[in-house]
């Protein structure tokens, strides 16, 4: 079934519903199996005069928008193996 949703381009709920698994279900699966899929993120530029406000020895925290909609907010200097443990724990995985 995840296979189909992947190489059909028809929607989960389709998919589920024509084999008598609930959706939340399917797309659950989906998700678990999908390989991480490189892309642009949204990002948003401070305004010059904003940034140049900022205290030079402290870095401006980075806000991290997960799938699942929640939201992160970590330091800039975050080591990157706790931030993967800390989207991990968030994304449920």
Excluded: D, Y
């Amino acid at each position: 079934m995840v296979r189909e949703v992947a190489e059909s381009g028809l929607s989960v709920a389709a998919v589920a519903r024509r084999n008598g698994v609930h959706p939340s279900v399917l797309g659950r699966w989906c998700r678990k199996t999908a390989p991480a899929a490189p892309g642009f993120l949204p990002v948003q530029v401070t305004a010059p005069e904003e940034a140049a406000a900022r205290v030079p020895e402290e870095p401006s925290p980075v806000e991290i928008v997960l799938t699942n909609g929640r939201r992160l907010i970590v330091p800039a200097t975050i080591a990157p193996p706790r931030l993967r443990t800390l989207v991990a724990a968030l994304e449920g995985a």
